[in-house]
């Protein structure tokens, strides 16, 4: 399969009058499509601004990324602009990119994830899980061939956070999504991905790749990866990778 | 509901103290500005107060009606909001335009930083008489001073507004690759729009001085001239009137922000 983003040699620092701050280092990866892949690493490591590199929000030092499709990007926060409705939000993208939006296919996606009573209600009418969707809405509507995720579900609460977690594997995997999760939660990222990178310290580098095969019987989701056997150990390898005590 | 049964709901019982609660905060306001004028009507009355330097309620009442009478309190009730609008209009938009300029330049607002800073701390009152020559004295030097008593803080506090926009959603926006006007329109102003309500309500006030001032120094017409006058000539009835007239036209115009801002707060 083809390539859809390509890291080769990226360096990235931040300076300021204080000094420097070597963030990542010597950067190597290919992400093919439709692969959801997870990136777990000390906090301050560097994961976001991986994330920003990848949207193009900043640029390497050195080093070159290729990116063959388009980008959506969906934070920690969902960012509602309060004083727009949930369909003025969701169409946000379009309405920058001055791209005509089709009413229907924006009523099938509210239809479908279960928002339609409340396309004309305000952001501060809406739970914390229905506002994490709009926002996923948000970034669905411009059609991104890559899905970049930055701890998309760390502001959830817990049960909210595992329903939120399935029905976003859903969408991921029906529209064929490549797709990078940052996240803390090592249980999430077995859960999600198809494959998990460990991020050093700073200066960071990968410190580890881990190819999650479950080897579940039914079609895997989120939930149902929790209850794999082989769970544990990959838990137990990712837990060391990181070494909290190094 | 059923109106012979006695037992509130929790939620009744909320709604019933709620009201209460208005009632008394509005039945208090309306005693304090009777008890407050019916004192002072009667120390005036029995000679505590000196009626001389004082004045007193009815006294004010019968000039104000002899001045709506002849029509005499429109002609500066008029040239007085007429010229308090304008200053507020002008330096509140010249101000909220000039910050949005600075918004787009950091570095412009760098280097212009220490200079807004010593305009600000200017005593614009002291300096009027020279504003009002450099201007042409009437209703542009009157209106020159009103605007600059709230333009240079109108810049200072709007742009710092814009600039502590939130960072995510700056964040979001550029990730749709938003352009910087783009990014003004859909979020530096939306997103101001309570802030920017504050900062008229704080102009009005300063409008409302700057004219005052300005007609103290060079105008025949106008509230500030009749409270002038008044004192020049010792006639307090005067000038309290102008006074009460004054508070009025400043509350009204403070009213009409406020319904402005409960609508907006209504519709998010
Ligand atoms: N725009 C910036 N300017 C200066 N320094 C920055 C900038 N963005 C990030 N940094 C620094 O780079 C380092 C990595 O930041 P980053 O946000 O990528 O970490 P992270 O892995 O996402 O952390 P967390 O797990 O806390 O979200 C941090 O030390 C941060 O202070
Ligand atoms: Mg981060």
Known sequence: MENEIEFKNVCKSFYSLKGETHVLQNMNFTIKKGEIVAIVGPSGCGKSTLLNLISGLIKPDQGTIQISKKVGYMFQKDNLLEWRTVYKNITLGPEIKKIKVDNKHIDTLLEKYGLSEFKFHYPKELSGGMRQRVALLRTLVLDPDILLLDEPFSSLDYQTKITVQDDIYKIIKETQKTTILVTHDITEAIAMANRVLVLTKRPSTIKAVFDIQLDLKEEKTPFLARNSAKFKDYFNLIWEALDIHE | ?268
């Open chain 2, 1 to 268: 509901m059923n109106k012979q049964k006695k037992e509130y709901t929790n939620q009744e019982k909320y709604v019933r103290n709620y009201k209460k609660n208005r009632r008394i905060i509005l039945f208090s306001q309306i005693a304090l500005v009777f008890v407050f004028i019916g004192v002072w009507e009667l120390f005036s009355s029995v000679g505590i107060l000196d009626e001389f330097l004082f004045s007193k309620p009815s006294a004010i009442v019968k000039l104000l009606a002899q001045y709506i009478k002849t029509n005499e309190i429109f002609k500066h009730v008029g040239i007085s909001l007429y010229e308090t609008l304008l200053g507020l209009i002008i330096g509140t938009s010249l101000g909220i335009l000039l910050a949005i300029g600075l918004w787009f330049s950091k570095t412009l607002t760098k280097i212009l930083d220490p200079f807004l800073v010593v305009l600000n701390a200017l005593p614009k009152t002291a300096l009027a008489p020279i504003l009002i020559i450099w201007a042409g004295t009437g209703i542009k030097g009157i209106v020159v001073v009103s605007i600059s008593l709230s333009l240079v803080m109108t810049i200072i506090s709007a742009h710092n507004f814009f600039a502590h926009v939130d960072e995510d959603k700056l964040k979001m926006l550029k990730s749709f690759h938003a352009s910087k006007f783009q990014i003004l329109t859909k979020l530096v102003l939306p997103s101001n729009v309570a802030n920017l309500l504050s900062i008229i309500k704080i102009n009005i006030g300063m409008a409302w001085v700057g004219v005052i001032v300005g007609e103290f120094l060079v105008s025949r017409f106008g509230i500030g001239y009749l409270v002038v006058y008044g004192g020049q000539v010792f006639k307090l009835d005067l000038v309290m009137m102008g006074v009460f007239v004054l508070a009025i036209l400043a509350y009204l115009m403070y009213l009409i922000v406020t319904i402005f801002e409960k609508y907006y707060r209504k519709k998010r």
